[in-house]
């Protein structure tokens, strides 16, 4: 090392004179050099004579060059100055020179609040247990205690000092010196009354709210708190929670989940501005208590009015003319249509139809009957036949068919086989007709068959139909429309059928 020391004073002597010889006059310049070259043989003398000591304060090591040889000499000379409650370990002369450090543990300086007073002491606690029994406080089981405004439990360590990078001894120590904080908060008895139950708690908070929420009680919308949430606690304070329950609301198409401290139906439906019309109703009942997860719901009620007109059928009268040929007719008054109103009411609830009832019914407009004149004349006429001439005195037009006993379907065997209704023996020259339309007993005559008697019926024979009986061995097949001629002599008033059925009709 001290080779390396008479190198560098070479190397720099040389520049020196260098620049001298530069700067000025050759006679001085012999003096300078001489000058220089003793300067810095005196500080490398200097320099090579030094020896490294070491210093550990509170676990961070730091080198120090001096000519110091005693571990005194070296705190002096580094500016460090421990105080009594610090710990400090010096080592020998030999062993400091050997590298044996100066061991320094200083001691924290703790700022505690408490109980409205700040006390300040040193200690030498690794962790909060310990600074509390040195500061002789009294922590109770709910106090809260913060250290450098972070929650802590007695349990954790203190904070380290930050490391400095490339901080020197004197740095270090600030930083170790540096006070920390711990704010101790008393915790108060708290009394709570949620609902039934009663319980007592400890509390670090300042307000009831804050209480409440550390407690780990939950305020819901609706629940009432006395005092106010927002009110600054005292010890021993109760706190009264009044709770809401929880309720269902539907109301005009709106369901809701709310929660109410009402005791009523009635008081929820009020408190929620919900109004009632005259027909509305709730359920269940306004009168019903409140209970939790009650449904509540609002009926709304109205009812619709409009009339209805309802067609009354007029009546067909037929009226008997004796001006008038039989089987003419005439419309005398066509008639008119009745009216019937009605009142009719719908019943609505929540919009939705249950049902309508008429509620009042009168005749708005009586019918007007039509009437339809018949005729009653009886007018006789000769009919020129291939036998002579026959006087008639109604023609119809009527759907023939023909049948004989074996078609009739009666049984052989049956003492009505071959029998008509006025029991004559079927044969040619009898007629089936319905009694209805010509009298049994009638003489008539059909074209294309002859004269016959109406003597016989028949289930098929209906309205203006007639069926030409035949014997056995002779029948032909009718199926055509045919004009049937009524002989005289002309019935009685009370036999004739004056309307006759206009079924079946003959298509044109």
Known sequence: MFRRALYFCADWLRAFVSALGALCPPRWSLAIIALGALLVLSGSLYYTTQHTVFLEINDLRFAHRTHARTASQVLREAGVSPEAEDRLQMPTEEALLHGEPIRLTIARTATVVHDGTVTQFRTQAADLAGLVQDGRLVVFPHDHIEVMGQDASLDVPLPAPKSLPRSGVLAWLDEIRRPIRVTIRRAVPLRVQDGPADTTLYTTARTV????????????????????????????????????????????????????????????????????????????????????????????????????????????????????????????????????????????????????????????????????????????????????????????????????????????????????????????????????????????????????????????????????????????????????????????????????????????
């Open 209 to 508: 709210g804050q209480a409440l929420y550390e407690c780990g009680l939950i305020l819901y919308v609706g629940d009432r708190v006395s005092p106010d949430p927002e009110a600054m606690l005292a010890p021993g304070q109760s706190i009264i929670i009044e709770r809401a329950k929880p309720v269902i609301l539907s109301a005009d198409g709106i369901k809701r989940t709310l929660r109410t401290r009402t005791k009523k139906v009635s008081e929820l439906l009020a408190a929620e501005g919900v109004t009632m019309g005259p027909k509305d109703y709730a359920l269940p009942d306004p009168r019903t208590t409140i209970a939790r997860d009650l449904e509540v719901s609002v009926v709304r009620v109205f009812d619709e009015y409009y009339s209805e007109e309802v067609p009354i059928a007029y009546r067909t009268r037929w009226e008997p003319d004796p001006a008038m040929e039989i089987d003419q007719s005439q419309v005398t008054r066509w008639g008119r249509e009745g009216a019937r109103r009605q009142r009719i009411r719908i019943h609505y609830e929540n919009g939705k139809e249950l049902y309508r009832t008429e509620e009042e019914e009168w005749v708005a407009r009586e019918p007007l009957d039509r009437i339809i004149n018949y005729g009653t004349k009886i007018v006789l006429r000769t009919l020129e036949t291939p036998t002579g001439a026959l006087t008639y005195w109604r023609k119809l037009r009527m759907l023939a068919t023909s049948y004989n006993a074996p078609t009739a379907g009666v049984s052989r065997s049956s003492p009505w086989y071959g029998r008509t209704r006025l029991g004559w023996q079927a044969a040619k020259g009898i007629v089936a007709v319905d009694p209805g339309v010509i009298s049994l007993g009638q003489s008539v005559y059909v074209l294309g068959y002859g004269v016959a008697v109406a003597a016989d019926t028949g289930g098929a024979i209906k309205g203006r139909r007639i069926d030409l009986c035949y014997d056995e061995d002779n029948l032909e097949f009718w199926y055509r429309w045919v004009d049937v001629y009524l002989l005289t002599p002309v019935p009685p008033e009370d036999k004739i059928e004056w309307l006759v059925p206009n079924t079946p009709r003959q298509r044109e």
